[in-house]
């Protein structure tokens, strides 16, 4: 599974930014896709993953009432961030899994990162 993320860049603090994860691979259809973030100095952090379907989703407790993790398809999953905050700066990776839980702790396949960088 190849995995790449686009759609990073500089916003200013409340505004919205739609990050895209492009999925390819034989396998795809069979993997989930989840989104981590790193901020400079700190550690790689989960933020959301969906399942392979699209129907089910899971947000770390701090951002799912701002952020909202989707999947258009097998190939396309997406990352809608509100209300953004300067400490949401980060470098923003897609991931994939066939298990459910590694997907949201250790995910086998990991695209290369986006940088979301979030102005006061």
């Known amino acids: 599974v190849q995995l790449q993320a686009f759609g990073g860049g500089t916003v200013q603090a409340g505004d919205s930014l739609r990050l895209s994860c492009v999925a390819s691979g034989r396998t795809v259809r069979s993997h989930n896709l989840s989104w981590f973030r790193q901020a400079p100095g700190k550690e790689r952090e989960f933020v959301a993953a969906v399942s392979m379907s699209g129907t089910a989703t899971y947000y770390a407790d701090s951002l799912k009432n701002r952020f909202i993790i989707s999947r258009e398809n097998a190939n396309q999953g997406y990352l809608q961030m509100n209300s953004l905050k300067p400490e949401d700066t980060a470098v923003y990776f897609c991931?994939?899994?066939?298990?459910?839980?590694?997907?949201?702790?250790?995910?086998?396949?990991w695209g290369q990162g986006t940088l979301v960088t979030v102005s006061s």
């Open positions: 991931a994939a899994d066939p298990d459910w839980d590694y997907v949201s702790t250790r995910p086998t396949y």
